[in-house]
């Protein structure tokens, strides 16, 4: 019975420090562990054997620069030019009208009693 007691102890013990180490590595982890993603921490842990030199921080800052955006490209475009163009000229009718028997052109003599004849236009 002293034996298996004694194995009984040991894997207690075993039991113990390993849920020690657990809570103890859960700790360091909860400890390291930014609050907010905004922090921006750049630490680390060391678990090991060795002689260890220098400032228990890294010697870089803590914090990232701001970002540099470029400025949106404006572009200034002209306004728009419009040329005004001058009316056409009035064209001369193709035709004068002549009344045969008043002996005038149309629109000295508004009514004709026969039919209109039609003339070159002349300058």
Request: hydrophobic residues 40%.
């Amino acid at each position: 019975m002293g034996a298996e007691r004694e194995l009984s102890v040991r894997t207690q013990t075993r039991k113990r420090v390993v849920l020690g180490v657990v809570i103890a590595g859960l700790l360091a982890f909860g400890a390291t562990t930014p609050a907010d993603a905004a922090g921006h921490w750049r630490g680390g842990v060391f678990i090991g054997v060795g002689p260890w030199w220098g400032p228990f921080w890294a010697p870089y800052p803590y914090w990232y620069p701001p970002p540099y955006y470029y400025p949106p490209t404006v572009v200034i475009q002209p306004p728009p030019v419009y040329i005004e163009r001058p009316p056409a000229p009035l064209e001369p009718p193709a035709y004068w009208y002549y009344c045969a028997s008043a002996r005038a052109y149309y629109p000295s003599v508004p009514n004709c009693p026969e039919e209109w004849i039609k003339v070159p236009a002349r300058p």
